[in-house]
C-alpha cells in the first residue's frame, strides 16, 4: 500500500512560482509511475504532469507545459513539481497520484492518492 502526502502549496501573485512536494511512504515507491492532478472548484480532476517509475519520461498537459516541471528521487521515497509563471486560472487544489505500470493520463487509471494541497494565484 502506498500512501501520498502532499505539501507546499498556498498563495501566490500571478507570475511567482511555487514548489509542490509528494512524500510517499512504502517499499515499492520506486516502481509506481508517478502524477500530478488538479481540480478547481466546479470543475473535473484534470491531468498536470506524469513521470515514469525512472523519472526518464515526464508529460504534461500542454496548459502548463514550458511553466511547470516535474521530478522524483527514488532515495527519498518522493515527487515534487515545480511550478513557474503560475497564473491565476492554475488556481486548484492539487494532487499526486501513484500506479503501478506506465503512466497515464486518465485519473481513473491511478490507485492511490493524496489529500490534496491548494494553490491560489491570486493578486
Known amino acids: 500500500q502506498v500512501q501520498l502526502v502532499e505539501s507546499g502549496g498556498g498563495l501566490v501573485q500571478p507570475g511567482g512560482s511555487l514548489r509542490l512536494s509528494c512524500a510517499t511512504s512504502?517499499?515499492?515507491?520506486?516502481?509506481?509511475?508517478m502524477a500530478w492532478f488538479r481540480q478547481a472548484p466546479g470543475k473535473e480532476r484534470e491531468f498536470v504532469a506524469a513521470?515514469?517509475?525512472?523519472?526518464?519520461?515526464?508529460y504534461y498537459d500542454d496548459s502548463v507545459k514550458g511553466r511547470f516541471t516535474i521530478s522524483r528521487d527514488n532515495a527519498k521515497n518522493a515527487m515534487y513539481l515545480q511550478m513557474n509563471i503560475l497564473k491565476p486560472e492554475d488556481t486548484a487544489v492539487y494532487y499526486c497520484a501513484a500506479r503501478s505500470g506506465t503512466t497515464r493520463n486518465s485519473a481513473l487509471a491511478y490507485d492511490h492518492w493524496g489529500q490534496g494541497t491548494q494553490v491560489t494565484v491570486s493578486s
Open positions: 512504502g517499499q515499492t515507491f520506486s516502481s509506481y509511475a
Open positions: 513521470i515514469t517509475w525512472s523519472g526518464a519520461g515526464t
